[in-house]
């Protein structure tokens, strides 16, 4: 049995996800972290805080998102190559830093076991409405996906606290109830990760989620996360693995699989991520409990309808 569950969705065979999910986002974390195998931590290592002098003004981080970002030449071949890009410098250290104690304040009363998480930040703050919809976030998006118009389909504020474990392993696709492959999502860390820290890792490939298709996944207990590892591994996948710098910002398909290291430093990990998918998409048929409460974001929008509320709203790119 998984405590974090309900007697409906504890219901059927582990891999039996069709029950829709009965409570909020925060529980939905509770239980997914649940699913990652191996212990958090026994000991912390200590990093010192970022020391920036002089923080730039809410409007000076609002006019830096507003502008483009000059892709690296390769990263649109790289990321159609691999699932996933990491790109330095997307934002300046200062808005990082603005950014991690705006989120760090609106965080302040949320609770979690393993990482406090909160999802449409944006429809509440302006200075992470400005990260979340920005052109330089947005446009690098439409750039990678290379598609047109994008949607946005959530942020998500993610604090992993000190000796929180492991994200498990997983791709999106799994988990967004949108039936487009064209939906990314950015990870960007208001804090360098160091690799103690759990920055986020990808399995390399646009094509590897196709080897770990077929394992059944687990609502109960480790043993997806498990497989998936090992079935990576087995097939000699590359896992890029990397410390993100105080600014990097990484950009993955929803094919892209993924995972994150506990956090085994003294201090919070910090993450604004979001998602964007290419307009026209459709909410799948048969939406499962994988997907949380999903109306939260795309209200009014039945199965297989097309997903276009106004809080999906096309993002300037
Ligand atoms: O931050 C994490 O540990 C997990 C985040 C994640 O899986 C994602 O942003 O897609």
Redesign the pocket.
Known sequence: MNPHLSATTAAGEADDVAPAWDGDNGQWWDWYMSLAADEAPTSLVDVPAVELGSLPTEDAVVAELAEPYDLPAGAVESFAADGFVVLPRVVSPGAAELLRRRLADLLATTGGTA?RAREMLWLEDPLVSAAVLSPRIAGVCAALLEVETLRLYHD?A?C?EPGAGR?PW?H?AHHFPLASHDVI?T?MPLQPVPLAM?P?AFARGMDTWRLVADLPFDKIGTSYDRRVAEGLRDAGVAVHEEPFALGDVSF?STLCF?T?GANATTRSRM?L?ATYYADGARVVDHPTMVSGDWQLFVPDTAPGEVAASPRNPVVTT
């Open positions: 990482l998500s993610l992993k994200t997983h999106d999502s990870w759990g986020l993955h993924h994150a993450v991520g």
